[in-house]
């Protein structure tokens, strides 16, 4: 898979000393393991339990081959919603903004003499690579739409579990909107819930929660790439970076073509689903080839033994079990 549309490749480029947010976690990040991080509770809600809230979800990095995908939340009381987040700080969709203009927000939003940092909380789920393909790639394909979904859901409940009294939730679709909101209105039926495509551009929570998870997935590249520069010396590319990991930036491409390796391809940075690695694999990989069996086919209550073929004295194939006769026959075949 390569799910690219028209992206704006000088828009996804990260900031340069991009902020390291605290939804970095850096031993998960590099081992390539999914997790999840929520910001404190913000003050306006700790102050006052009840207060109605609105939250707004929104993704970063569904389409590049390097990296992971992040979810990001972030609520705070409806009241405050287009005072505090439009009107005073002009939090727009991440992909419009300048990379230094949302990675300063994200720096707002964490420094604790903020009024955001008091009023609003937020939280994101680092989907990695490896398990996102892990998932696409498993004989009943986790597809990535059913990932996200299982993502947003996630975040939504363990929100609600932390005493959050969320009243409205606006969401940036994935696929038709009135299906997912219809689900979503089965899970939480006591809220009003808002699905829609561009939601990212219409409503400041979901502007604001894009921003947490591209300013969280920029720094995970950054984080990441560094941990792989370390370890060049076992032999990689010369590249001060490898660009914003989509298939279609020239030094993504160039970095995937020089660092690897003929038979394992890359590390857990890399989405082996993707139809860009899996070219690249059989074009130069020396790996091993294998075709798994489908689950569910005629071979379902096989045995073990099945799979093995007896030969008589003569060396010919015969039916029967081998292993029956793994250390011989009987002798009564042969001496009576």
Not at 76 to 101: G, N, R, W
């Amino acid at each position: 898979m390569d799910d690219e549309d028209a992206v704006d490749l000088s828009q996804e480029t990260p900031a340069d000393n991009v902020f390291i947010a605290p939804s970095i976690i850096e031993r998960p990040l590099l081992d390539g393991c999914s997790y999840t991080h929520h910001s404190p509770m913000p003050q306006a809600v700790v102050e006052e339990p009840n207060v109605p809230c609105v939250l707004g979800v929104d993704e970063a990095g569904r389409g590049p081959v390097l990296g992971p995908m992040v979810y990001g939340v972030l609520y705070l009381p409806i009241a405050q919603h287009e005072l505090l987040l439009t009107t005073k700080h002009k939090f727009m969709d991440s992909k419009v903004l300048k990379p230094a203009v949302r990675s300063s927000l994200m720096e707002t939003l964490c420094s604790s003499d903020s009024d955001l940092y008091a009023s609003c909380g937020w939280a994101t789920r680092v989907m990695s690579a490896r398990d996102i393909s892990a998932g696409m790639m498993q004989p009943s394909q986790y597809n990535l739409n059913a990932q996200a979904m299982d993502a947003t859901i996630d975040l939504i409940k363990e929100t609600f579990a932390r005493g959050v009294n969320i009243q409205e939730i606006y969401i940036d679709t994935i696929g038709p909107p009135k299906t997912y909101q219809t689900k979503l209105e089965r899970i939480f039926p006591a809220t009003k819930i808002t699905v829609a495509k561009k939601a990212d551009a219409l409503y400041p929570c979901v502007s604001a929660a894009s921003v947490c998870a591209k300013v969280t997935r920029d720094a995970a590249l950054e984080v990441c790439f560094q941990a792989y520069e370390r370890t060049r010396g076992i032999g990689g590319s010369e590249q001060e970076t490898w660009g914003t990991g989509y298939p279609a930036d020239a030094k993504t491409a160039t970095w995937l073509k020089a660092s690897m390796d003929p038979t394992f391809g890359w590390g857990s940075e890399c989405r082996f689903s993707w139809g860009t690695v899996k070219n690249l694999m059989e074009a130069k990989g020396k790996g091993i080839m294998v075709d798994w069996p489908e689950s569910g086919g005629d071979d379902q209550g096989m045995k073990v033994t099945d799979f093995y073929v007896s030969q008589d004295d003569e060396g010919n194939e015969e039916e029967g079990d081998e292993l029956a006769t793994w250390y011989g026959r009987p002798t009564t075949e042969h001496v009576f």
